[in-house]
């Protein structure tokens, strides 16, 4: 087998770029040639990777009008259920037309014989079927719903028609392959409908060389507990408020506090704090996670996949997209507990995170899912493996 050209398409955003990074990197170390096509401004996180990255899809302007047209929608929507009603919409009819748009004159240009895709990303699976490329879906976290899913391809149909194509079932995402890097015990959705699972170990991408400042991560000793609503951009009230709650649930704990409130967000907006308590914008999660004791985050799937590859125990306080599912799936593996935005007082809170930091059953529970992770078939085994398709 000679060298294979790989080309890896995704939508914009940390959550949808991190996961593939591991894979992109173990084709290149093969000895393959990857290219990767993104969306907006995350072409620097791919570049950032050591990626060749290729604009395509919606600009960043675009997108920022879409997310929030979007989430203008969404009032009156339950918080779980609004990645039902995003999805569809604003990753299927709204990105996936724009990205069809570049990626295929760009695959028609440098003629890959592999597509990777993140599951958000749905051009890829009309381009492999118009140019006869074997495409293969990356998960980003647990699986999607298959109603969610075929909302989307419902109204993609007309897309693939104007090719000439009628849409498989699924908008196309397992003609080929489903890497599912999410461990079986914490996975709670059905995956019948999928063909091809191939299991793919999730290891923690967080970013490129360390910008963590001297003193922002807190110094060694006693107990830390990460506080976390992941890298969206923006910063909304409700954030804050989770934040400040989080926080004042926790002040009076003998532990060390790390809070982010990610890149686009303001430390100064959650006001002075004590000694313990350290606030920053972002922080690399392969750096923290190590020097940590539990996490109390959004659940969203890079924090909690790795999380539990560090066998910590977690607090979830999910928010809106696949948080909801993502606790679930924490709390029936019994690696952690949950509270509804309805329910997140500090007081339920710092009563949840005590359990958690008190009953070793939490730490043992997510201490065997990161002996099931590391049992996971790695990056470089599956890039083999995918390599032999073509």
Not at 172 to 187: E, H, K, N, S, W
Not at 290 to 317: E, F, I, K, M, Y
Request: with cysteine.
């Amino acid at each position: 087998m000679g060298v294979v050209r790989v080309l890896f398409s995704s939508t914009w955003g940390h959550g949808h770029i991190f996961p593939m990074v591991p894979l992109a990197r173990a084709f290149l170390a093969l000895g393959h040639e990857v290219r990767w096509a993104t969306s907006g401004d995350s072409s620097a996180l791919v570049n950032e990777a050591g990626i060749a990255a290729i604009p395509a899809g919606m600009p960043a302007t675009a997108i920022g009008a879409l997310v929030t047209g979007t989430h203008a929608e969404m009032t009156g929507v339950r918080p779980e259920d609004r990645a039902g009603f995003v999805f569809p919409r604003m990753f299927g009819a709204a990105a996936t037309p724009a990205m069809l748009a570049d990626l295929l004159p760009i695959a028609r240009a440098w003629q890959p014989q592999l597509l990777v895709h993140e599951h958000a990303e749905l051009a890829a699976p009309l381009v492999g079927a118009l140019l006869g490329i074997p495409a293969v879906t990356h998960a980003f976290g647990g699986a999607i719903p298959v109603a969610i899913v075929d909302d989307a391809a419902d109204r993609l149909a007309s897309l693939w028609a104007e090719h000439g194509l009628s849409i498989p079932e699924h908008a196309g995402c397992f003609v080929g392959p489903y890497l599912d890097i999410c461990p079986r015990a914490v996975q709670t959705v059905s995956m019948d409908h999928i063909p091809v699972v191939q299991p793919l170990r999730p290891v923690s991408y967080t970013g490129g060389p360390s910008s963590v400042k001297p003193g922002v991560l807190p110094s060694p000793g006693g107990r830390l507990v990460y506080v976390t609503l992941g890298t969206v951009r923006g910063q909304s009230q409700n954030q804050v408020a989770v934040l400040r709650a989080a926080i004042e649930s926790l002040r009076s704990f003998d532990v060390r506090i790390l809070v982010t409130v990610g890149p686009g967000g303001d430390p100064g907006a959650l006001g002075p704090q004590p000694p313990h308590v350290t606030v920053a914008r972002y922080v690399s999660q392969t750096e923290v996670l190590p020097r940590a004791n539990a996490v109390v985050s959004h659940a969203g799937s890079g924090t909690v996949l790795g999380a539990l590859a560090g066998g910590l125990p977690q607090l979830c306080l999910p928010q809106a997209a696949d948080q909801f599912r993502n606790s679930r799936g924490v709390t029936t593996a019994g690696a952690g507990l949950s509270l509804h935005p309805d329910e997140a007082t500090p007081y339920a809170i710092g009563v949840s995170l005590r359990g958690i930091l008190h009953d070793e059953s939490f730490r043992r529970a997510a201490v065997g899912i990161a002996d099931d992770i590391r049992a996971m078939p790695s990056p470089d085994l599956v890039a083999a493996e995918l390599a032999r398709l073509t």
